[in-house]
Every structure is written in C-alpha cells, then in structure tokens.
C-alpha cells in the first residue's frame, strides 16, 4: 500500500476501521481480493511476482498492511520482500506487538517498510528505516503513506480527516449490510488531485516526482493507483471491500466480502 489511513477504538461498533491505497507498476503481477488457496483462512491481495501482500486479514481476527518508504530513486536490493511481513503475519498467532519487536534482528533483509499489524485487539507498528522500531498504535485516528508514521503528508491528512467525518455520521452503523454506505470512503481514496508545492515532501525524488506522487489516487500509464481497499473489523466479522484499475485508472472491477470471524479468534 502506498496510503493508509485508519480509526482505532474509536468507534463503538468498529473498533479498526482501515482505508487503503495500493499504487504499483501497472506491469506487475497480483491476484484479487480474495481466499489464499495456501491458506483459506487468509483473505486479501496477493503479489504473484515475489508472494506475500499488501493487505490480508484472517478469519481468526488479523490484519496486516505495509508500505514501502521513499529514499530517493536508487534501487533497492534486498533478500526479501516485504510484502511477506504481510504473509507471516496474518498466519501467525504471535500478539501483533510481540511478532513487531521479534522482527527487528531481520528487519534489514526486507525492502523499506512501514508495517501495521492488528492481532484482533491491539494494534502495533514496526519499521525499518531509519532503524528497526517496534511500538504499539495508540487508539485515534492514524494515517501514513511512504514516509513516517502520522507524517503531515498532504494525502494521509485528507484521507484521515474523511475517515474521521463518516464515522460521525449514519453510514457505519449499515456498513455491514450495505455497499453504498462505505461509498464516502471510496470517494475519498479517489482524490486524483496533487498537492500544493508548498506542502510537498522531500523524499529524494525531485519536485516534478512529488507532485505526481501527491494525490491520494494516482493515474499513470506505467505507474499508479491499482486498488483502493475499505476493511471494517468487529468482534464478529470482518468487511472487506476492494475496487480495482488498471493504467490511467481504468476500472477493473470490484469485490466487497463479509468475513465471519472465527470462534477461537482475540475479542476485538
């Protein structure tokens, strides 16, 4: 993912909430949203180049979503990818801050990563730039895209601010029956419209770069936007819905799942 933004014990009936960007090489191979054939009880996007992915939960109350972190235009060249952190996550049964502070004597053998991993209670973070770092997610309103964590990025505002204002309103309380209530949601990752110079990192790229990195929704020929997920999470189920493009944005379709969540899985 390249944008996330997410509530966190701050609904009544939600207790995470996540909205999701996934920009990527048009080019590159994955899967829909759907059941891992390995693991049915994993559900989500898969890479079919190196494995893993970008956003998976499990049946039995888990969730992981990564981002990768800008440095500049130099390739990276690592062992792994991190799209497994998604991977082992979501099949593990390790607490989510338990696995976050194992991983920090391997973290360096994955490509840059911001890394949020929900065990169906709490909420942890883990990085590896500039240092591996593990740490729980307070309860609130959080957002991040390829920099640090809750960075004031344009993007990650927008995104966290409308996330913020459907759950004051009606619609989460028919999230789970209804497709059109998440609707706003969708709208919001949608936003192809770049940020104001004066408000732009510097993530070694350029200024030219930035600004066409700067919307919540990217539309490129080569390079761009290739899904935009909404997962809602209880103590029950897990809403899962994800819309699809291909280059310039074109739709590719949709899916929306309601996932029953396991008896034996954590309380939310």
Not at 8 to 27: C, F, G, K, S, T
Not at 69 to 76: A, D, I, S, T
Not at 93 to 99: F, M, N, T, V, W
Not at 219 to 243: H, K, N, P, Q, W
Request: charged share 25%; glycine share 10%; net charge neutral.
């Amino acid at each position: 993912m390249c944008l996330i933004a997410l509530a966190y014990r701050a609904h009544p009936r939600w207790p995470l909430v996540l909205i999701a960007n996934r920009d990527e090489a048009h080019a590159r191979a994955s899967a829909p949203a759907g059941n891992d054939p390995d693991a049915p009880e994993v559900y989500g996007g898969r890479d079919l180049v190196a494995g893993g992915g970008w956003l998976q939960v499990s049946r039995r109350g888990r969730l992981a979503a990564v981002t990768n972190v800008r440095r500049g235009l130099e390739p990276e060249r690592v062992a792994r990818s991190r799209g497994w952190l998604v991977r082992d996550f979501v099949r593990g049964e390790a607490p989510a801050l338990a696995h976050a502070e194992a991983l920090a004597g391997a973290a360096r053998e994955y490509g840059r990563f911001n890394l949020l991993l929900w065990d169906g209670e709490a909420l942890a973070f883990a990085s590896n730039v500039p240092e591996a770092v593990a740490m729980p997610v307070a309860a609130g309103f959080h957002a991040m895209s390829n920099g640090a964590f809750d960075a004031a990025w344009p993007k990650s505002a927008h995104a966290a601010q409308a996330l913020r204002g459907w759950l004051a309103g009606d619609a989460p309380d028919a999230a789970a029956g209804s497709a059109q209530a998440i609707e706003p949601l969708f709208a919001a990752l949608a936003d192809d419209r770049p940020a104001p110079d004066a408000t732009l990192p510097d993530t070694g790229v350029g200024r030219e770069l930035e600004r066409r990195l700067s919307p919540a929704f990217i539309r490129d020929a080569v390079y761009g936007t290739r899904c935009s997920s909404v997962v809602l999470a209880d103590a029950s189920r897990i809403v899962f819905a994800e819309r699809r493009f291909g280059p310039e944005g074109a739709p590719q379709g949709e899916s929306r799942a309601v996932l029953p969540r396991a008896a034996d899985g954590p309380a939310g």
